[in-house]
């Protein structure tokens, strides 16, 4: 069935959306796709699940029903939220405003954690004063079919979701799945007041509703994350690295930042090390060479920074070296880069950035005392004569 959707509403209209998935327009299209077929299906469970609640005065059938209401009022929100996010960048937004969807995600979540609360309350006045809850088999069969078809929406909306890598419509794919965990509870429960003549529909009604906060909270913890600055995927991260080492004469790159403004709207900056003695006309176009090729193959606006490194100096590398397998066996450092060696007036500077996991001031004293005795032993065993000072600049990993 959702392949012959897809077909039917999206393929149908453009042969390209299905394979161009970072656009806005295909992004659009599946939204308003899973828009559509949300504000439908769910529409007719509230309306059926309500009047079999009524009839059978079932809290619990009832507070299922106002849930898959509220679910078809998020369609509606996800349509308008893919709408909006879909719009051009401006004198205002110059990142574009693909970051709507991620703020359609949370309003979908506040608005599941409202009706839970609402939800809960009217189920604890119905174990404080219950009433006798009257099934017919039809009522019964409405409630199985609900059943497979909330397992169904909740497999059309993953489907569609991974297809575009959105936040949103994941999320709309867990509260299906929560609603067809939950109206299964109530079914259980209907047919074990049924059979057993123990009135438990408050107290399953509570479960519910208690199952549709926890729900809540959980999904605005995960559409809060990109919006609070997540951290880019290893996925991510190795391709940027595979791509930036390709370049001829890279010797190495650090410093990799991520910023997500929505799909399909990645920035990065990111240094990457020549070397010194190089030609700088001729690495510069290496370094233009890598930027078109990040927007071009992985969708990324890379701005990349040139850090000369001096390898005709012969202490470098065998100081570098036995710093990174010191340094790096501690477990809060992650790298170290920028490593040269500056001749001053009076004393000469070994110079290096090192990469922590947190900024733990004890971790830095530590880390220092440690670059000091490795620099020690460094100079001894060359031999060096000259006085070595240490400047060491501790930077944060944001991978």
Known sequence: ????????????????????????GTREAYGKLAGGVGITTNSLLAIAKVIIG???????????????????????????GFRLASQKRDKEHPFGHSRIEYMTGMLISAIIILVGFELLQNSFEKVLHPEDVKMSIPSIF?????????????????????IIDSSALKATATDSRNDYIATSAVLLSVLFTKFTGINIDGYIGLLVAAFIIYSGIQLIRETSDPLLGRAPTPQLVSSIEKLVMKGEGVLGMHD???????????????????????????????????EHAA???????????????????PIIRPLRTRMTSELCYLDAVNGLHDFRIVKGEENTNVIFDVVLTDEDEHTKSEVYDLALKVLDDVKKELQIPQTLSLVITFDLDYT
Do not use: C
């Not at 849930?67 to 929100?77: G, H, R």
């Open 1 to 24: 069935m959702t392949k012959l959707l897809i077909k039917l509403f999206i393929n149908r209209n453009n042969r390209q959306l299905h394979a161009d998935t970072a656009s806005t």
């Open 54 to 80: 009524l009839i059978s005065g079932s809290i619990a059938i009832i507070a299922d029903g106002v849930n898959n209401l509220t679910d078809a009022a998020s369609s509606i929100i996800t349509l308008i």
């Open 142 to 162: 409405v409630l199985v079919i609900a059943i497979f078809v909330k397992l169904w929406q909740s497999t059309f909306n993953f489907t569609l979701g991974n």
């Open 256 to 290: 990799l930042i991520v910023h997500d403004y929505g799909p399909g709207e990645t920035f990065a900056s990111v240094h990457i090390e020549v070397d010194a003695q190089g030609d700088v006309l001729r690495n510069h176009e290496m370094i233009d060479l890598i």
């Open 295 to 313: 927007l071009a193959r992985l969708g990324i606006e890379l701005v990349a920074h040139m850090d000369p490194i001096d390898t005709a100096n």
